[in-house]
Structures are given as C-alpha cells and as structure tokens.
Antibody, heavy 119, light 108 residues
Framework: EVQLVQSGAQVKQPGESLKISCQGF????????IAWVRQMPGQGLEWMGI????????KYSPSFQGHVTISADKSITTAYLQWNSLNVADTAVYYC????????????WGQGTVVTVSS | SYVLTQTPSVSVAPGETVRMTCGGV??????VHWYQQKPGQAPVLVIF???DRPSGIPERFSGSNSGNTATLTISRVEAGDEADFYC???????????FGGGTKLTVL
C-alpha cells in the first residue's frame, strides 16, 4: 500500500527556520517525483515545487522560488521542505504528494503538516 | 502563466446530478485531473486524464474535456460527496503544475 507520512504540526516565530518531512512507503520512492502543495487557511491548493529523489532534480513554482528549498534523501525514502526564515504569511497546511511527472496526476497524498507562524 | 477558472460554489439536492466546470484556454488539449477535498482532510484524486477513475472511486464520478472547458460530473449525489473540488493540469509551455481555484459543493 502506497503511503506518504508527513511530520507533525509546527509552531514557529517569524524569522525562524523550519524543515518538514514526507516519508514514502510501499513503492519505489526513487522512481516518482514528490510534489509539495500549500493550502493557506480557507484557501485553495497551490503547487510549490517537485523533486525527483532518484537524482534530486528539482523544479519550483516562480511563486515559491527562493523562499523555500526542496530536498530528498532516497536512502531513507524521505523528501523535505525547508525555510530559512519564516514569515507569518507562511502559515498554512503543507501537503506532499506522489507524482509520476509532467501530465500525470498527484495520485497519493500525505496527511498534511500544519505550520503556524506567529509572534 | 496558465489559468484555470472554477465556479466558487455549487449546490445540489441529494440524488440529483451536479456538473462542475474548469475553464482554461484550449484545455481540451491537456490532461485534466480532479481532486476532492473534504473538510480537514487531504485531497484525493477522483478523476485523472480527463475521464479515468482511480481504483475505489465510484462510477457516479465522471469527467469530460473539450475546447475550453473540462467538466466533472457527479451523478446521484450523496451527502458524503460534500467537499471542495479542484481541477489541475500540467502547463507544458511553462513546465508549471496548475490548480484551479476550487469549487465548493454543498449538498442541500
């Protein structure tokens, strides 16, 4: 059974750093992209970027380029989403999803990680 | 960048049929995927490649895509179908993955 298990909820202050994770089970982790998707409170889904764990090829949405870093460690079937300096506007639920690439869908999703940034 | 436009909300009585649209320039030439998101839950893929259903998705869910509009149809709507629905495509010209703004389905 394919599963993506995300790390737990985080509460941070503005300016702090954060790294959240997404661990894949039940499939060949290095053969699929992992996508990250943001959902701000009461809002829709926004694609942030993708990483191919097999070679760490990474693509970002222009809206997120430079503000977050996506990485992966295929040896432990885990992908990461990282901030060096959080803003209040980063408060959201962050989902990871499995993705075969290009025209294919996001077929399995993690349960989401709630990130709250508040002073 | 490519824009997908969805009606913000739609309501339907149980047992009826509801159609939700996703508009985009020449979207008929793209593969459209649909996700259902119930309150407090992660999204779930319900239609991929315009009209195909993943394993476990009821036949009541169907999709079509032509011209500038893709459509998700739910037949014999049930109370448990109440959710937000999002369409999504890959914009090959910019290599971006794009979501529509979502449609909130209310079952009366």
């Amino acid at each position: 059974e394919v599963q993506l298990v995300q790390s737990g909820a985080q509460v941070k202050q503005p300016g702090e750093s954060l790294k959240i994770s997404c661990q894949g089970f039940g499939y060949r982790f290095h053969n699929y992209w992992i996508a990250w998707v943001r959902q701000m409170p009461g809002q829709g889904l926004e694609w942030m970027g993708i990483i191919y764990p097999g070679d760490s090829d990474t693509k970002y949405s222009p809206s997120f380029q430079g503000h977050v870093t996506i990485s992966a460690d295929k040896s432990i079937t885990t992908a990461y989403l990282q901030w060096n300096s959080l803003n209040v506007a980063d408060t959201a639920v962050y989902y990871c999803a499995r993705y075969y690439g290009n025209m294919y869908p996001f077929d399995f999703w993690g349960q989401g990680t709630v990130v709250t940034v508040s002073s | 960048s490519y824009v997908l436009t969805q009606t913000p909300s739609v309501s339907v009585a149980p047992g009826e049929t509801v159609r939700m649209t996703c508009g985009g320039v020449n979207i008929g030439s793209q593969s459209v995927h649909w996700y259902q998101q119930k309150p407090g839950q992660a999204p779930v893929l319900v239609i991929f490649d315009d009209r195909d259903r993943p394993s476990g998705i009821p036949e009541r869910f169907s999709g079509s895509n032509s011209g500038n509009t893709a459509t998700l149809t739910i037949s014999r709507v049930e109370a448990g179908d109440e959710a937000d629905f999002y369409c999504q495509v890959w914009d090959r010209s910019s290599d971006q993955r794009v979501f529509g703004g979502g449609t909130k389905l209310t079952v009366l």
